[in-house]
């Protein structure tokens, strides 16, 4: 056995069955995907559309292809044949290219609507208003081919595990509020995706249904080759 495939066995062994793992083989090689494949794996994730689709194209089909950064509408053409799920809708626009792209596919595609939790700043993420307005925008609410399953989020980068904690709970307890609100009748509206390999326990506790792990199981991503 690889050093990696232990790394997985030993991972995977300490995850319930009813939290997905997913596989974030981001700047790693499709060898390293096809080890976690050959041990039955098949959710992975990637946050460049380029990466995406090049390796989607290589590996075998029934991976679970999960794109899990920051997606440019102009992108939303290249992954909506094949993605599985998208875990950065956050805004009306990207919502409009999704639901398109999506139609001339036939395809559904499942969604997370990605909300900002983190102190820092950043352009990415709904506010909880944002959030709001979003599903209450009749556009919005017409999409026929994007299917909301939930909420994702990532915490502040800090060393603070309490403020990580509490950030976590804010997503989990805007989940519940639309999950006992406007997703009441909706039975697909039940994915909340948060944790990495810093903070993925934490990110259980809180009640995470979808972790994305990168660098605990593929070792440190070097960036320059
Ligand atoms: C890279 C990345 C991860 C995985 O990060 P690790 O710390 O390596 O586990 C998870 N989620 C998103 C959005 C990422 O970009």
Known sequence: MTELSDKYQNFISGIP?????????????????MTLYN??????GENKVQ???RKAENLPKDIKWHMIGHLQTNKVKYIA?????IHGLDSLKLARLIDNEAGKNNRIINCLLQIHIAEEQSKF?????????????P?????????????MGMASFTEDLNQVRVEFRKLKTI????????????????D???????????????????????????GERNYSN
Not at 204 to 217: D, F, H, P, V, W
């Open 17 to 33: 069955d009813n939290v997905c793992l997913v596989a974030v083989s981001k700047t790693k090689p499709e060898e390293d995907i």
């Open 39 to 44: 041990k039955g794996h098949r959710s992975f």
């Open 51 to 53: 990466d995406l689709t």
């Open 81 to 85: 044949p094949f993605v599985h799920m």
């Open 125 to 137: 993420g709904l506010s909880e208003d944002g959030l709001n307005e979003l599903l209450m925008n």
């Open 139 to 151: 556009e919005f609410k017409s999409f026929k081919n994007i299917r909301i399953k939930g909420l």
């Open 175 to 190: 989940f519940d509020d639309l999950k006992s609100g406007i997703f009441i009748e909706n039975e697909y509206f039940s």
């Open 192 to 218: 909340l995706s948060m944790g990495m390999s810093d903070d993925f326990r934490i990110a259980m506790e809180e009640g995470a249904t979808i972790i994305r792990i990168g660098s605990l199981i593929f």
